[in-house]
């Protein structure tokens, strides 16, 4: 490396970190935090995209102000194409807050890579009781609203979560799959066990619009019925 090329690069590596710095800096001047992110969107690499993402990270007064840095941040990063992947994978695998890196992940690959992604995720998390299982929850909700063949073997086991809204969720996404109805025997005993009304009311949502019957478990499950709903002679759900 030349004098030229080494000078080049210190003063491009003091660059990225002003930049970078401000734009993790809540209490930057607006002013300030939007000219760093034009300058590490002008620089397009894998390193000012993960600068770029630590505007996710916090928000900021007033709150037009705080959705146009993010909108700008977001749409630098999706500019930033391929290079941009690993970064943000990055930051969605550190941080519980899905909603802004999954948006970027969505701009950045397709639904099918999305999805494996989602389920990577997912792979190591715990049915057992966690302090805070928001992540788990907004990664299942994520799938609940995808079809894909892959989503039934990821979240089955959620049925027996701990926490009910990650059983909510995880029924919903069994039930939207088009080979759900393996997976009928499993949501039968969840209906026996479940203790939630809202997980047993998203159960029969999902009987009754698969045209589903509760078998020879109709007379044991008649009890546990939330109100609003019933069965008929053939043991069909009906609300």
Known sequence: MGLFDFLT?????????????????????????????????????????EALTQRFTYATDPSITDQEEKELAFQAIVAAGEGAIEPVKGFLRVHDSLSWGLKMLRGLLDEEAVVGFLLELLEPMDVEYERDPQKKIQVLSALADTLDPRISAGVSRFVEDVNETSRLHAAAALLAQEGAEAHRDILLERLASEESMRVRAQILDGFIARGWDLGDRAAELRSRLPQGYALDAKGLPRK
């Open 9 to 49: 690069k210190s003063s491009g590596d003091g660059a990225l970190k002003k930049h970078a710095a401000r734009v993790a800096n809540k209490r930057a001047q607006a002013a300030d935090r939007w000219e760093s992110i034009i300058a590490l969107r002008d620089m397009g690499s894998a390193e000012a995209v």
